[in-house]
């Protein structure tokens, strides 16, 4: 059984940084893809950013060039820097893993921006 377990949500002014990390535990075989996904308040989940095990990434259009994802294989662990954060990215994100078409979930972390 496969957990995923994230940290670094909060509360940052507009303009601040966060970084979130996110830690599998159990067994995640390669090739695998993990990412972060978010979801604001009456509104759908929406992909955020992912890497593959391979080091491939992809970010949704509002991130790039602010978002940066990273992966560390040896420790199944996942990361987004977040810098130039704006009250539009207050969410709750969720960590992501898919791996031979299975696929698990963090319970969430809140990020807010305040303007």
């Known amino acids: 059984q496969v957990q995923l377990v994230e940290s670094g949500g909060g509360l940052v002014q507009a303009g601040g940084s966060l970084r979130l990390s996110c830690a599998a535990s159990?067994?995640?075989?390669?090739?695998?893809?993990m990412g972060w996904y978010r979801q604001a308040p009456g509104k759908q989940r929406e992909l955020v950013a992912i890497?593959?095990?391979?080091?491939?990434?992809n970010y949704a259009d509002s991130v790039k060039g602010r978002f940066t994802i990273s992966g560390d294989n040896a420790k199944n662990s996942v990361f987004l820097q977040m810098n130039s954060l704006k009250p539009e990215d207050t969410a709750v994100y969720y960590c992501?893993?898919?791996?031979?078409?299975?696929?698990?979930w963090g319970k969430g972390t809140q990020v807010t921006v305040s303007s």
């Open positions: 890497i593959s095990s391979g080091g491939s990434t």
């Open positions: 992501n893993a898919l791996s031979y078409g299975l696929e698990y």
């Open positions: 159990g067994s995640i075989f390669r090739p695998y893809r």
